[in-house]
């Protein structure tokens, strides 16, 4: 049985006359928008515990955030005295996904550690195989997206749940047609002239996170909005947000591993709420 109950999600995409698809931002606005930097920092100083296991989870979670600043943090973190670091943070970078590391594991392929060279292996396979499906993919595209991470505007924000929006939305957006999403490290501008495609960027923030016990439920409520950029002049030219409530069973939610499936239902929901059915949007965004 499902211990999840979604109990609500709405999609919203705010209107500019009659023919525009997103919402002027006031400067006021633009000014949250270049708020709190995203959890790289935080999970990079992580990296510099005494303690491995710390640092093992620190790469983990650095894997999930789609950070540009997160890639130079697991590179250098492949060089850890720990074979356990080092592997993890070879796992890792195939979770973040992004060819830009090929030259680096490669370079690790001779590790003293045989569990850390077979991580290596298994890694470089996977980011070679989705480079050539991604080839293919970006000369079928109308659009290139890139996601420039999620941010936290809210105090004491955890990595983990920015991570996990992180990778709720990169999955999203691969599932709109005629999308093509370019890799954290990846410039804009010279991906629009490599691809002689148009390239939007979209930054994610979440604004509200909030939990509470009603009845025999517990219920996180999890409103996230992006903000979207046509290039190469980068201005914002609107914004797609998301709201969805995810209930528990009280039962399943007593701990905090019961708790955190249920944020992390939210906040998917929420991040599928604001750009599942966005193809639209994106498009018209990639031709202001």
Avoid: C, W
């Amino acid at each position: 049985m499902n211990v999840f109950t979604l109990i609500s999600s709405r999609r919203f995409v705010s209107l500019l006359g009659a023919g525009a698809l997103f919402a002027a931002v006031s400067s006021s606005s633009l000014e949250v928008q270049a708020g709190p930097a995203g959890p790289s920092s935080e999970l990079a100083l992580r990296l510099a515990s005494k303690d491995f296991r710390v640092r093992v989870q620190a790469a983990l979670l650095l894997g999930k955030t789609g950070d540009a600043a997160a890639l130079e943090a697991l590179l250098s973190s492949l060089k850890d005295e720990s074979a356990a670091v080092r592997a993890a943070s070879a796992a890792a970078l195939s979770t973040y996904g992004d060819p830009a590391a090929l030259v680096a594991l490669r370079a690790k392929k001779g590790d003293e550690n045989p569990a850390v060279r077979r991580q290596v292996e298994s890694t470089i396979a996977a980011l070679e195989s989705q480079k050539k499906l991604e080839g293919a993919e970006r000369q079928k595209a109308t659009v290139l997206v890139k996601l420039d991470g999620v941010k936290n505007r809210m105090p004491g924000g955890a990595p983990e749940t920015l991570g996990v929006a992180a990778q709720a939305s990169r999955a999203a957006l691969r599932k709109i047609p005629g999308i093509a999403l370019l890799h954290p490290s990846e410039d804009p501008e010279q991906a629009a002239a490599t691809h002689h495609r148009p390239v939007i960027v979209v930054m994610g923030s979440i604004h509200d996170l909030s939990s509470q016990k009603t009845g025999d439920e517990f219920i996180v409520s999890v409103k996230i909005d992006f903000v979207v950029q046509s290039m190469p002049e980068y201005n914002i030219v609107g914004k797609l947000s998301g709201r969805a409530s995810v209930a528990g069973d009280l039962l399943s939610t007593r701990d905090a591993l019961g708790r955190a499936k249920v944020q992390d239902a939210a906040v998917g929901a929420a991040v599928d709420s604001a750009l599942g059915h966005s193809r639209e949007a994106l498009l018209a965004a990639a031709k202001s």
